[in-house]
């Protein structure tokens, strides 16, 4: 079991302020510690507040990285691209010049751009925080339920895995995707979970539970026991 806090907020403007505090202490930490921070970065509505208030920080941004935990793979200009929405809310402002290592890479598919993404992940340091998200169907980062590469991506020991996920309302029609691990979650030296909503919060009572960590990926998080991981929920 991974050694899990949890904290409930009353709203999403208590949850922001609460991630972004967060976030400045594990930067500010690894600077301290290792002469430079490293956050893995997820897309989603529920960060964007919080990176966007980040990024006008006066933090020693020189010695900062950025890297997605996982990304479609799709152009970064696409509508749908993770990368292109973390140069939007967080690589702006005072964070515009920061180091930002991405998962797409020019090859033609997930599967064929796994070694160059896996070596670019190889590259970086320990990270301090890693910020995921869950979706209703259970999944975390890009490890959907089921899907095509999910059994490797639990047990590898790369740090990023090529994922094809099952079609659903949850991934909609791109279901090509690059992802961390769960190998690649658990080098991280904190991991937070965001979660908001009834119908979020159901599903992460359901995966404590016992049962597969394929037809629910964010058991796997949960059950890690190298995983230290705060949960933020909020309605």
Known sequence: MANIVERIFESKAQMTEALASLLETGITSGIKQDGKALVMVSGGSSPAPAYKYLSDLPLE??????????????EPNHAK??????????????????????????????IDG???????YNALKIPDVTILGMGPDGHTASLFPNAQGLEHGLKTSNIVCPINAIESEVTGSITERMSLSLHGITRSKEVVLLISGEE????????????????????????????????FWCP
């Open 114 to 120: 796994h070694a160059h993404c896996e070596e670019a």
């Open 200 to 231: 979020k919060r159901a599903m992460y009572e359901q995966a404590k539970t016992h049962g597969s960590e394929f037809d629910i990926p964010l058991r796997a998080v949960l059950n890690h026991p190298d995983i230290t991981l705060s949960v």
């Open 61 to 74: 941004w020189d010695k900062v990285s950025i890297a997605m935990v996982d990304e479609r793979w799709v």
């Open 81 to 110: 691209s993770n990368e292109a929405f973390i140069h939007e809310t967080l690589l702006q402002n005072k964070a515009a010049g920061t180091h930002f290592t991405t998962m797409k890479n020019v090859a033609s598919s997930a």
